[in-house]
């Protein structure tokens, strides 16, 4: 769409304002291209005409709903009007101070301490994405260090800015947040001296200026190092450029640096007064500014905090003495006096008191520093000559030397901090952090700033090149075509600066000439760069200063000090009297050969850009200039070799007023630090990059349903592409999207608006129309009634009254009297029928009886079958598997009979082709004789060799062919003689082939009489098991009569059990026989049909009716039809093919039928065995219902004849379960007897069959064509197959019925077996129960103690054993479920009270401490195991409520029964050992805590806040830079159901564990409050998250966890309480804020949370739609007026390790020592009760 179209009524544009730099204005009259100017109404309501230009029309203004975003590259239209008001949106208004540009992080510098910064802000950030949180500069720091972590890459962080917007304190929080997540698992605290050298480099590098009471004096790049476990080692730092001249003078208002005004703030200290310092504004250095103090600030205090940074770097006092030694004698030097003698010659008094400490303190002779701080020695080829210095010369040398001690001083600290950071490992990666002067224009600019402007380029030079990489990698990533975008592109700047003949080399050469000036060096430039250089400029009324085009403006540079600054020398006698210093620090300061000041120096090797002179002073040093740009060339070396992040620090005014925004400055330093360029450039592309389920999530609305169902993309490549995963738009798309969507939803509520007042109109006006109609009726029925009284008209209504009154009282009595006899009759038939109804019913329920009688009868009958027939299958694999090899064995015969079947074929063929050659040479003549010999030989050789009967055959062919050639060459009538012979042996053949084929039907015959004596084995065999079924049913009724009958009885059981497992593998067996039979089968079936084909092919072939009519005379044809033989037999042939054909198809159809039914008995069986299962596992069930009320009988010590009477009713169950066996037998040989009868029927049908099939057969042996024998032999063939598939059909289904018969008794066994197990476990609890009461009445009769007393005897050798098994190897897995709670708690106090009873205070003592040291171990070896923590934390409690229970102290004995009164401690107190273990509960249960809040933390963000429970509710907005480029996204999707079923789980295994309820609530509430605290901290850390439809989402999801607190049954956990906070967040953000009534009901309501919480969620709340209106400032003030009466905390975020205090209630054991039972798994044989 055009651009002009945007600017249409009611849209809002920026145009530019002297004040504010821009101002909003509202279009009052659509825009029409050709328009020159443009009517706006201002906010203040005046009306402007702008005048335009079509060309570059004003900035629009963002919708509102754009406003106030993390990331400015988010908005619409990116200009700078825009990113200044998103700004000040943020930080004027929201109170907001860090804000995203892209990959840039822009930090406001708020004046005033915020709660962002501490341990709670970093342990919320660390882990998450870069654009999930809001901006900050620990989301910075986490994406950095999370790169390298998963990249293996280094990192830096550039943190630039000017003086005073913050820059220190930014790398400072940064430095402490990798210090705080990557904390070393070592003793070093590395960490803390990496911070700790923070304070040390502030102190002697930062002062106070009159923008920034703490401003960085020079540049730092600090590398922080890793190693692979990602754990801080080391650090290492380097400096850049320190400004020395601040060390002899301050302008006014600023101060020197911070470590002079520490020392003479602690002068009067015992352990400083050596060094005769006094207050600052003694000393010149120090009180040049005029301000000696910083209001708010310590420096006595900040010197001891400085000492003790000192001391944790491992600086000793006497190093920490040298450095204050030097300070100091720099101060005193400062405070030398030079008088002036004369004009040209100056003089240091030797009096001087300063000039004597300075000596002093380093160790020098004050006459020789007296002497040459005024006179300079000058060396030439010929003499050496002394020249005095006029008093300013000397000041200026005093003051040089000075910097020069400063400037050794400052390197030589940050050397030893270096050495301090070392670290003996091998670096894997690092962090580096460069805090870094920004871009600097003053009035008066001069080295400094030329230096720092200069770095200042490079690294701008370095963000545009990556900001141009990241486009790139994006663009190429989603296959958008990249196009070269224009930018300011500064190295023609740098080649200025640095190239050859630059600027800095200029500088350079001028130094290196011995009467250099700056004039001669200013004139040099103007000489090569003025007109010649666009980018260097020379002031028009200025001949001592020139221009400079930098990047961010234009700078004006004084040339006064260059040479001097760059050069920084110090005189050569000075330096040779602090060489020979005596204070040894000093003299190692000027050594010739110093050791390089960090470990960077030495790397620095800087090379002239063309060859110099070099003077003749030995003492000659490279050039300021020329070391900072080597230095600078490491840097962007080292940062060009990381990944870089950028953090640009603004100052909002210059008054340092908290939260006050200067439009004007502000912008000033946006262009300045590269903020709009990378808006500028990100605005000439793609800025707006929206993933398609996004977009369809925001603008889907603006789309028809028509629309939806299109599968093209629109591309117009002019506003938008498509990518892989995103859409990208230009400029001001979004905005018009936002637009149209607007529109489209105020449509849409007009029409709601429409129809609901409407209906309201439409409701108003029937109610009002029915109150008329009302009205109407009664005034009507008034008037009427006034015309209608009069004195006739009341007489004849009175009588039409009385009338009335006789008339209808007549009807109601006729009426009533007729209901009245209508009553009696229905009470009549209705006391009849319901007579009857109950006459009816006894009757049914008598029926009822009766057939319920009979019903259980038959019932227990089937049952009885079912078992009897389950044992007959049993008995009857073997028999069945013996059936199966003897089938196997017909099968091998069945398939010798089909291999000579298919021989027989094969010689037919070969018949078959030698007729066919025989007859193709009675049509050819003689020549082809030979060839017929040479075959029929061929032929005749190879049938002797399969079948003898064949030669006879071949040589009578022979005959007949040489008979044939005899009577083709006599006459024609030989012919018929020829036509004879060949009928009388095809007749031979046919007959031939009958006594084949009688020859099979005999074998048939036999395998029949095989089949036959196998069914009499078979029923032999039945007969048998029979015979074994009635030894097995005496055998049972002899086991009921004894127990020593049952236990013979299971043993033979368990046998067959045996047994069964051989039967299963052997029919696994003869399963896979069967399989590969099958097999077999079907392929010889598919050759068979395949010969059988061929075969019926060569005879339709072979015999062709019209060839041999053609070759035949017509005599001969009259000799054939005299009787029709040959074509009778042919007809008779055909007909027998049809009956066949038929035979087969009805003999299928039978076996089909067969097959059915078998599989019908098959189904029925498996059925009744189904039921049986379902029977037994009845029984299974009752069985553990026993076996649960036999344990809880036990443990409250039932009498013994319930015990006998159980088993006596389990000995029944099982005798039922026997009767079912025998059923179950008798049912399967019942099966067999129908299977074998089912196999004799089908024998019979078979050989039926067979005899139907040879009738046709006789009847055709009488032809004499050879077409029938291979019509027969095809009918044998399909016969043969159709036998074979049959019996392998039967095969089948007995193997089937087996294996599945074998499968059900092995089910059956393991039933049985484990009711044998139950039956035998409580017969010896019985005996065991039986013992003891046995025991107790013997000591009721007499006086022996013979009763259990709860104690376990252990010997001493025992107790590590008892300690490994019992707490070491003991898995709580498993074992919980049937053992009661605290069971090895209970055994160990067992233990305990025999050692008590032993009265062995050593026994005691060793179990007490061996017991807790053992829980300790458990514990220690299972940190992070939820479920052993939970299980011994259990038993800790329940061992220490025993030893309170049984102590004997009255307040625990109020619940004891008598006889648990008597098993208390007799000898021994342990409530020293009560107090230890108490301890040891607590601290398991604060471990057991965090184990579940790691285990729940990372799931509760997600669920809480970013699922949606309300679908639908929820509305995306456009994301920025960060969110579509930040790191991978590697958290799981849960959501509020992954948190309940979470604490579901926690809440389950402490269940499980018997954990006590009481501190089960305790664990609830402090999940819960977890759950709360952090989302509530997330809420605070997310403007994106504060809104009315998060608060509806976060409101739902909390009244799940009350429906989980309810569910559970946990409502008086106080739970519920611990989310009261969020609760109320949640309503703060979907409550009207607006009037001061709701900033009243804000304070009364909110009272969980504090006044900085409401005002973080009152500035964060961010609408989602245009419908949504934001807080107002002066609602926001209106609140905080109201709140500041509160005395509450000033922390915004909740401590999320905070734990309430856990108490442990005393619960009485309920178990009786004496009951309790020791598991055998437990492994604890060798304790015995006593």
């Not at 299109?710 to 798309?733: H, L």
């Not at 005379?1113 to 007809?1131: K, R, T, V």
């Amino acid at each position: 769409m055009a651009v002009a179209e945007l600017y249409t009524q009611y849209n809002r544009v920026w145009i530019p304002d002297p004040e504010e730099v821009w101002k909003s204005a509202e279009i009052a009259k659509d825009y029409r291209v050709g328009d020159k100017v443009l009517r706006l109404l201002l906010e203040d309501g005046m009306e402007l005409d702008y005048s335009v230009d079509p060309e570059s029309l004003p900035p629009l203004r963002n919708p509102d709903i754009l406003v106030g975003e993390n990331d400015l590259t988010a908005l619409s239209y990116l200009h700078e009007p825009a990113v200044l008001h998103n700004l000040r949106i943020r930080f004027a208004e929201s109170k907001l101070i860090y804000t995203y540009s892209g990959i840039i992080l822009v930090a406001m510098n708020p004046y005033k301490q915020l709660p962002i910064y501490g341990d709670a802000i970093i342990h919320a950030y660390s882990g998450q994405n870069m654009g999930d949180m809001d901006p900050h500069i620990f989301a910075v720091a986490e994406e950095a260090y999370k790169q390298m972590v998963r990249n293996n890459k280094n990192q830096s962080i550039i943190v630039s800015g000017e003086s005073g917007a913050g820059k220190t304190v930014s790398a400072r929080y940064a430095m402490r947040y990798f210090a705080t997540v990557s904390k070393s698992s070592t003793n070093a605290h590395v960490e803390d001296k990496v911070l700790a050298s923070n304070p040390i480099t502030e102190a002697v590098g930062n002062a106070k200026t009159t923008r920034n009471d703490n401003s960085s004096r020079f540049g730092k790049y600090t590398e922080i190092s890793f190693d692979e476990r990602n754990q801080i080692i080391g650090a290492n730092m380097r400096t850049y450029l320190l400004e020395k001249s601040r060390v002899v003078f301050q302008s006014e208002n600023e101060r020197n640096y911070h470590i002079f005004y520490q020392l003479c703030a602690s002068a009067q200290q015992s352990e400083f007064k050596h060094l005769k310092l006094g207050s600052a504004e003694e000393f010149n250095y120090t009180r040049m500014g005029g301000s000696t103090i910083i209001e708010g600030v310590n420096d006595r205090a900040n010197m001891i905090e400085t000492q003790k940074t000192f001391t944790l770097l491992g600086f000793k006092e006497d190093f920490q003495m040298d450095v204050f030694k030097i300070l100091a004698a720099i101060l005193h030097l400062g405070n030398v006096q030079i008088i002036a003698v004369g004009n040209e010659r100056s003089a240091v008094s030797e009096d001087d008191s300063h000039l004597e400490v300075f000596c002093e303190l380093l160790g020098l002779e004050s006459g020789r520093v007296a002497q040459w701080l005024c006179n300079r020695k000058i060396i030439t080829n010929s003499e050496t000559v002394v020249k005095p210095m006029t008093r300013s010369q000397a000041i200026n040398a005093r003051d040089a030397l000075a910097k020069k001690i400063y400037a050794q001083l400052f390197d030589f600290i940050v050397e030893r901090i270096n050495q301090a950071l070392q670290f003996s490992g091998k670096q894997h990666t690092f962090i580096g952090v460069l805090d870094i002067y920004g871009f600097e224009t003053f009035d008066a600019n001069s080295f400094e700033q030329f230096c720092i402007n200069y770095a200042n380029e490079k690294l701008q030079q370095q963000f545009n090149l990556h900001v141009f990489k990241l486009e790139q990698e994006e663009y190429m990533k989603e296959d958008i075509p990249w196009t070269l975008i224009d930018f300011y592109d500064n190295q023609t700047v740098i080649d200025l600066i640095e190239a050859k003949m630059g600027i800095l080399e200029l500088l350079d050469e001028e130094c290196l000439l011995p009467h250099g000036t700056d004039e001669n060096w200013l004139q040099k430039l103007y000489n090569n760069f003025v007109n010649k250089n666009s980018l260097f400029e020379k002031p028009r009324m200025s001949n001592t200063s020139f221009i400079i085009q930098h990047f961010a403006d234009k700078v004006e540079y004084k040339c006064e000090g260059f040479l001097e600054k760059n050069r920084d020398t110090v005189y050569d006698m000075l330096v040779e009297i602090l060489r020979a210093s005596k204070f040894h620090l000093c003299a190692n300061f000027f050594q010739e050969n110093p050791v390089p000041s960090s470990p960077f120096g030495s790397a620095i090797t800087v090379k002239s850009a063309k060859p110099v002179i070099k003077p003749n002073s030995k003492h000659f040093r490279s050039t300021v200039g020329s070391k900072f740009r080597s230095s600078l060339y490491l840097l962007m070396e080292t940062l060009n070799a990381t990944m870089p992040h950028y953090v640009r620090c603004i100052k909002p005014n210059d008054e340092k007023l908290p939260f006050e925004f200067d439009s004007k400055r502000i912008v000033q330093q946006l262009r300045a630090c590269g903020v709009l360029e990378t808006i500028r450039i990100s605005a000439q592309s793609y800025p707006s990059r929206w993933t398609y389920i996004e977009f369809y999530s925001r603008f889907g609305i603006l789309m028809t349903k028509q629309e939806l169902s299109f599968s093209d993309k629109k591309e117009d490549s002019n506003q938008y592409q498509f990518g892989k995963t995103k859409i990208f738009f230009r400029a001001g798309q979004v905005a018009y999207l936002e637009k149209l969507r607007l529109d489209k939803l105020r449509q849409g509520c007009v029409v709601i608006q429409k129809h609901i007042r409407g209906w309201l109109q439409r409701k108003k006006f029937l109610r009002e129309r029915r109150a008329a109609l009302i009205i109407q009726k009664y005034f009507r029925g008034q008037q009427t009634v006034r015309k209608a009284v009069t004195a006739t008209a009341l007489k004849e209504a009175w009588a039409a009254i009385i009338i009335q009154k006789y008339c209808r009282a007549y009807l109601v009595r006729n009426l009533y009297q007729l209901i009245r006899v209508a009553a009696i009759t229905i009470q009549a038939y209705t006391r009849g029928f319901l007579a009857r109804r109950r006459y009816r019913k006894m009757l049914e329920e008598h029926k009822a009886v009766i057939l319920q009688k009979y019903a259980r009868a038959w019932l227990v009958r089937r049952r009885f079958q079912n078992i009897r027939r389950f044992v007959l299958n049993i008995q009857l694999t073997y028999r069945v598997q013996r059936l199966q090899k003897k089938l196997e064995d017909q099968n091998r015969e069945n398939h010798g009979l089909v291999e000579k079947l298919t021989s027989l074929a094969a010689l037919q063929a070969g018949d078959m082709e030698k007729i066919q050659k025989l007859e193709s040479e009675l049509d050819r003549a003689a020549t082809h004789r030979q060839n017929y010999e040479e075959k029929g030989k061929r032929y005749k050789a190879s049938v002797e060799e399969k079948l003898a009967k064949l030669q006879k055959r071949n040589s009578e062919l022979e005959i007949q062919k040489e008979q044939i050639q005899l009577k083709l060459q006599e006459k024609t009538e030989e012919l018929k003689e020829k036509m004879d012979n060949l009928t009388k042996q095809l007749f031979d053949d046919v007959q031939k082939e009958e006594r084949q084929r009688i020859l099979l039907e005999k074998s048939f015959e036999l395998k029949t009489q095989d089949y036959e004596k196998q069914i009499r084995f078979l029923k032999e065999e039945i007969k048998a098991l029979k015979d074994e079924k009635m030894q097995l049913q005496r055998q049972l009724e002899g086991e009921r009569v004894t127990s020593d009958g049952l236990k013979g009885e299971v043993a033979r059981l368990s046998k067959q059990a045996k047994t069964i497992s051989e039967f299963e593998k052997e029919i696994e067996l003869l399963q896979t026989q069967k399989i590969d039979v099958e097999k077999h089968v079907q392929s010889q079936k598919r050759e068979m049909r395949e010969k059988m084909s061929e075969i019926t092919k060569q005879l339709l072939e072979s015999y062709d009716v019209e060839d041999v009519r053609s070759r035949l005379s017509p005599e001969d044809l009259e000799h054939l039809n005299e009787d029709g033989e040959l074509w009778f037999a042919y007809e008779g042939l055909k007909k027998a093919t049809r009956i066949l054909e038929s035979h087969l198809q009805s003999q299928k159809d039978c076996y089909e039928k067969e097959i059915e039914a078998l599989n019908l008995k098959v189904v029925h069986l498996s059925q009744e065995i189904n039921h049986l299962q379902k029977l037994f596992r009845e029984e299974n069930d009752i069985n553990e219902s026993i076996r649960h009320e036999v344990t809880r009988l036990t443990s409250e010590n039932v009498m013994i004849p319930d015990f006998k009477q159980q088993i006596a009713e389990l000995e029944k169950q099982k005798q039922d379960l026997e009767i079912r066996l025998n059923e179950q037998a008798e049912n399967m040989k019942g099966k067999l007897e129908e299977l074998s009868n089912q196999l004799n029927h089908n024998q019979e049908e078979e050989g039926t069959q067979r005899k139907t099939v040879e009738a046709p057969n006789e009847m055709h042996t009488k032809e004499k064509e050879k077409l029938m024998d291979k019509i027969q032999e095809m009918q044998e063939a399909s016969e043969h197959l159709k036998q074979f598939e049959t019996e392998s059909e039967v095969k089948s289904s007995f193997r089937q019925e087996a294996s599945r018969l074998t499968v059900e008794h092995r089910d059956l066994e393991e039933v049985l077996d484990m009711k044998d197990r139950v039956i035998k476990k409580l017969q010896d609890q019985v005996k065991t129960l039986t013992k003891t009461i046995e025991k107790a009445n013997d000591v009721h009769l007499s006086s022996g103690p013979k009763e259990y007393l709860g104690m376990l005897e252990y010997k001493r050798e025992d107790e590590a054993k008892l300690i490994q098994n019992l707490i070491l190897d003991l898995k709580p897995r498993g074992v919980v479920v049937n053992m009661i709670p605290g069971l090895p708690a209970h055994i160990l106090f067992m233990c305990v009270r025999y050692a008590d009873s032993l009265n062995d205070a050593s026994m005691l003592k060793s179990l007490m401490n061996s017991t807790i040291n053992g829980i300790k171990q458990v514990v220690k070896e299972h940190l992070e195991d939820f479920e052993m923590l939970s299980f011994w934390l259990s038993n800790t409690c329940h061992f220490l409520n025993c030893l309170k229970q049984y102590s004997g102290e009255e307040e625990f004995m109020k619940n004891n029964s008598v006889r648990q009164n008597k098993n208390c401690l007799n000898n021994f107190d342990l409530s020293e050992y009560r107090q230890i273990l108490s301890d040891v509960a607590i601290r398991i249960y604060h471990q057991f805590i965090i184990v579940m809040e790691n285990n729940i933390q990372p799931i509760i963000v997600p669920g809480m806040l970013e699922y949606e429970s309300l679908q639908g509710i929820s509305g995306l907005k456009p994301t920025g830079f960060r969110k579509r480029s930040s790191s991978i996204d590697d958290t799981d999707a849960y959501t509020m159901t992954s948190i309940l079923q979470q604490l579901s789980y926690f809440y389950s295994t402490m269940c499980q564990n018997g954990l006590d309820p009481e501190i089960v609530r305790q664990a609830v509430k402090q999940l819960f409050f977890l759950i709360g605290a952090v989302t509530l901290n997330s809420l605070f850390l997310r403007k994106d998250m504060c809104s009315c439809r998060k608060g509806m989402q976060i409101r739902c999801n909390i009244s799940y966890l009350e429906e989980w607190l309810k569910d559970k049954n946990l409502q008086n956990s106080l739970a519920r309480e611990t989310l009261e906070a969020l609760s109320q967040a949640a309503w703060l953000l979907q409550v009207k804020k607006t009037t001061d009534s709701d900033a009243k009901e804000i304070y009364e309501r909110c009272t969980s949370l504090s006044a900085v919480q409401i005002i973080k969620i009152l500035n964060s709340y961010t609408p989602i739609d245009d419908f949504e209106k934001r807080v107002t400032s002066s609602f926001v003030r209106k609140v905080q007026a109201l709140l500041n009466s509160r005395e509450d905390s000033s922390h915004l975020m909740l401590d999320t390790k905070y734990l309430f205090q856990v108490t442990f209630p005393f619960t009485p054991s309920p178990h009786a020592l004496e009951m309790i039972q020791i598991p055998s798994s437990f492994n604890l044989g060798f304790l015995n009760r006593l």
